[in-house]
Nanobody, 122 residues
Framework: QVQLVESGGGLVQPGGSLRLSCAASGPVFAIYAMGWYRRAPGKQRELVAT???????AYIDSVKGRFTISRDYGRNTVFLQMNSPKLEDTAVYYC????????????????WGQGTQVTVSS
């Protein structure tokens, strides 16, 4: 089955940097949009950044200029480079991807990673 496996979370100081990775494995035929979401304590999950199959990106305002989303198409991997993180970026970060297991549209589903904790603290 298709799985998304995240890595790279941990503790980072304000103003530092951290890179999250998310790799898709299993019977992947095609990957469409990929993105990162986060859920901070006591808050609802929010979309942080997305990247289309064509490489177009979008970000929430609070991370623009600090975070960069990118993809390695050959390795079915999406990254989130987090520069100058702030205390309010502390959250569990989840990878998301629309993946097809074959030509039929019935084989297209939305997948989630297990989540990786990012803690910004001095």
């Amino acid at each position: 089955q298709v799985q998304l496996v995240e890595s790279g979370g941990g503790l980072v100081q304000p103003g530092g940097s951290l890179r999250l990775s998310c790799a898709a494995s299993g019977p992947v035929f095609a990957i469409y949009a990929m993105g990162w979401y986060r859920r901070a304590p006591g808050k609802q999950r929010e979309l942080v950044a997305t990247i289309t199959s064509g490489g177009d990106t979008a970000y929430i305002d609070s991370v623009k200029g600090r975070f960069t989303i990118s993809r390695d198409y050959g390795r079915n991997t999406v990254f989130l480079q987090m520069n100058s993180p702030k205390l309010e970026d502390t959250a569990v970060y989840y990878c998301n991807a629309v993946i097809s297991r074959g030509l039929s549209t019935t084989l297209r589903d939305n997948y989630w990673g297990q989540g990786t904790q990012v803690t910004v603290s001095s």
